[in-house]
Nanobody
Framework: QVQLVESGGGLVQAGGSLRLSCVAPVFNSYTLGWFRQAPGKEREFVAAISGSANREYYANSAQGRFTISRDNAKNTVYLQMNSLRPSDTAVYYC????????????WGQGTQVTVSS
């Protein structure tokens, strides 16, 4: 069973920054992603980064403010979040998708991000 573990969440003022980390003990070929779920809302995609190709994908809401990266030597994926808004408040989850699967099969427990106005 693959266990993903997120960290780095917390309380920050609007306009501030946070860096989330997720230890994801999977093959380097896996796509790693970040999702979030706000209270009363469905989980939504935030960003993803492919394995060997290192392509990055972002939701419109994250484009230009968030940066996803990975360190394969540390089995870790990061989400640098800048210019945070109250609307970014959510539980953030990291997830992993095996190469060619087209879906995320492995998920972390989530880390809370709260942005105050």
């Amino acid at each position: 069973q693959v266990q993903l573990v997120e960290s780095g969440g917390g309380l920050v003022q609007a306009g501030g920054s946070l860096r989330l980390s997720c230890v994801a003990p999977v093959f380097n070929s896996y796509t790693l992603g970040w999702f979030r779920q706000a209270p009363g809302k469905e989980r939504e995609f935030v960003a993803a980064i492919s394995g060997s190709a290192n392509r990055e994908y972002y939701a419109n809401s994250a484009q230009g403010r968030f940066t996803i990266s990975r360190d394969n030597a540390k089995n870790t994926v990061y989400l640098q979040m800048n210019s945070l808004r109250p609307s970014d408040t959510a539980v953030y989850y990291c997830a992993a998708s095996a190469e060619g699967r087209g879906q995320f099969d492995y998920w972390g427990q989530g880390t809370q991000v709260t942005v105050s106005s």
